[in-house]
């Protein structure tokens, strides 16, 4: 009967002598946690620049709600999309810091977040328009249609970023 290809591990390495037992037990544990989060990402261009988004959103969100109003409409739908690219890009961050993407093959993560940065910042972009035309030099709701031109120019620079990385990686791969 055939069971079908089986992995053995050992804790020796090739190039060293073999690590006793109880100390190849520890590292392959302390190995599994510091697997479980991805510390580079962090510090990474991507990382920083997603969490200078959701700060951007934030602020502008809070500069919003803190302002008095004078058009209902135009100031929620600029809540909402706010609030909505911010969640989605804390899932998107998650999603890389505990390298959920290496377990959940079935998803083409590049291009959920190229999709999800395209319409939300498309969406962001619309909702800083009009939260700008209908501010009436009110500060907050000033600030607030500022912070969202930020975050808009941020997630396009995040485009921006993940399509030459992408078309880099893609070119090389070819002429190999």
């Not at 409409?73 to 390298?99: E, G, K, N, P, W």
């Not at 249609?145 to 995040?158: D, K, M």
Request: glycine content about 6%.
């Amino acid at each position: 009967m055939s069971h079908g290809a089986r992995v053995i591990r050992t804790g020796v390495s090739s190039g060293g002598p073999a690590a006793p037992p109880a100390a190849a037990a520890a590292s392959s544990s302390a190995g599994a946690d510091a697997e479980l989060m991805d510390g580079a990402y962090f510090r990474s261009c991507a990382g920083m620049l997603k969490v200078a988004q959701m700060i951007s959103l934030l602020v502008g969100f809070i500069s919003v709600n803190n302002s008095p109003w004078t058009d209902y409409s135009a100031y929620s739908y600029f809540q909402i999309v706010t609030m909505c690219d911010l969640v989605m890009i804390l899932f998107f961050y998650i999603i890389h810091i505990f390298r959920i993407y290496r377990k959940l093959t079935c998803v083409s993560w590049p291009l959920a977040e190229f999709l999800h940065y395209l319409i939300g910042t498309i969406l962001l972009l619309i909702a800083s328009i009009v939260a700008a035309s209908k501010s009436y030099n009110l500060t907050g709701l000033v600030a607030g249609a500022t912070f969202g031109f930020l975050a808009t120019i941020l997630c396009v620079l995040s485009i921006w970023s993940s399509y030459k990385v992408s078309c880099i990686t893609q070119s090389t791969n070819a002429s190999v």
